[in-house]
T-cell receptor, first 114, second 111 residues
Framework: KAGVTQTPRYLIKTRGQQVTLSCSPI?????VSWYQQTPGQGLQFLFE???????NKGNFPGRFSGRQFSNSRSEMNVSTLELGDSALYLC?????????????FGQGTRLTVV | KQEVTQIPAALSVPEGENLVLNCSFT??????LQWFRQDPGKGLTSLLL?????REQTSGRLNASLDKSSGRSTLYIAASQPGDSATYLC??????????FGGGTRLMVKP
């Protein structure tokens, strides 16, 4: 059974550009959530999608957005990149949003903004 | 708002030692608690999942406990090995897979 797959693994972008990251959850999982990891702030919740609907959103500016497709694959987009957006972006998948579901993480996308 | 604290922030032990990592949280209305390990620059690997109704879980040399009334969880690692060196994260699920993370404990096991 394949795990959570994130692409690309590494990205280098210039300030002001936009970027799209992809996450393919474990087969059968319908919930995908996104997290940003930085040395200063640790791991912070960005948003969560279930059945193509955003169910929860963290405290990030509107430049951060996402979507989920009918096959549960999810993308997150960051527009007008800033240096502070440099981070490891992780996605997690779960069976659903019910009680007690285990979260499985991908290997992450390392974004560097120069 | 859930807040998760992990103590100690860093730990260095000789191989073979038993050790305990601590996690405290402020909101006991949780769905579950997971312990993860993270190797440098990598994703998170799930170690143990404790449901809200459970008190502990065991996997191999790892044992995790949960005490919701006191807002605490511990991860016990028996007979530590150099391969256990990593950052260990305590993660709370309060609602809808919106996870809250502790700051982590960076463990170094010396041969």
């Amino acid at each position: 059974k394949a795990g959570v797959t994130q692409t690309p693994r590494y990205l280098i972008k210039t300030r002001g550009q936009q970027v799209t990251l992809s996450c393919s959850p474990i087969s059968g999982h319908r919930s995908v959530s996104w997290y940003q990891q930085t040395p200063g702030q640790g791991l912070q919740f960005l948003f969560e999608y279930f059945s193509e609907t955003q169910r929860n959103k963290g405290n990030f500016p509107g430049r951060f957005s996402g979507r989920q497709f009918s096959n549960s694959r999810s993308e997150m987009n960051v527009s007008t990149l800033e240096l502070g957006d440099s981070a490891l972006y992780l996605c997690a998948s779960s069976l659903n949003t019910g009680l007690g579901n285990e979260a499985f993480f991908g290997q992450g996308t390392r974004l560097t903004v120069v | 708002k859930q807040e998760v604290t992990q103590i100690p922030a860093a730990l260095s032990v000789p191989e073979g030692e038993n050790l305990v990592l601590n996690c405290s949280f402020t909101d006991s209305a949780i769905y579950n608690l997971q312990w993860f390990r993270q190797d440098p620059g990598k994703g998170l690997t799930s170690l143990l999942l404790i449901q809200s109704s459970q008190r502990e879980q065991t996997s191999g040399r790892l044992n995790a406990s949960l005490d919701k009334s006191s807002g605490r969880s511990t991860l016990y690692i028996a007979a530590s090995q150099p391969g256990d060196s990593a950052t260990y994260l305590c993660v709370l699920n309060n609602a809808g897979n919106m996870l809250t993370f502790g700051g982590g404990t960076r463990l170094m096991v010396k041969p």
